[in-house]
Nanobody, 122 residues
Framework: QVQLVESGGGLVQAGGSLRLSCAAS????????MAWYRQAPGKQRELVAT???????NYADSVKGRFTISRDNAKNTVYLQMNSLKPEDTAVYYC????????????????WGQGTQVTVSS
């Protein structure tokens, strides 16, 4: 089994910064893409940023230039550095990882973290 544990959320004023982290653990052979999603009340979950094992990154237009996704493959951890935060960034942020997991057999599966609340006040 694989678990993703997120941390780093909290309350911050507009213009401030937060750094989210997500550590994967369990029966991990390797991890392909890792990503951050967010979901605000009454809205659908949206993709914020992705990072491949090789270091390629993609961002939603709404966060380009403000957020940076990075990962430490040795620690099976992905980060989201959020700068210049806006009230519109308020949401529950979820980590996701495409993990090749292996116990007796090897297979690829998408795993999700429990979510961490980010609230940006005006």
């Amino acid at each position: 089994q694989v678990q993703l544990v997120e941390s780093g959320g909290g309350l911050v004023q507009a213009g401030g910064s937060l750094r989210l982290s997500c550590a994967a653990s369990g029966s991990i052979f390797s991890i392909n893409d890792m990503a951050w999603y967010r979901q605000a009340p009454g809205k659908q979950r949206e993709l914020v940023a992705t990072a491949t094992t090789g270091g390629s990154t993609n961002y939603a237009d709404s966060v380009k230039g403000r957020f940076t996704i990075s990962r430490d493959n040795a620690k099976n951890t992905v980060y989201l550095q959020m700068n210049s935060l806006k009230p519109e960034d308020t949401a529950v942020y979820y980590c996701a990882a495409d993990v090749i997991t292996q116990v007796t057999v090897r297979y690829l599966a998408r795993f999700w973290g429990q979510g961490t609340q980010v609230t940006v006040s005006s």
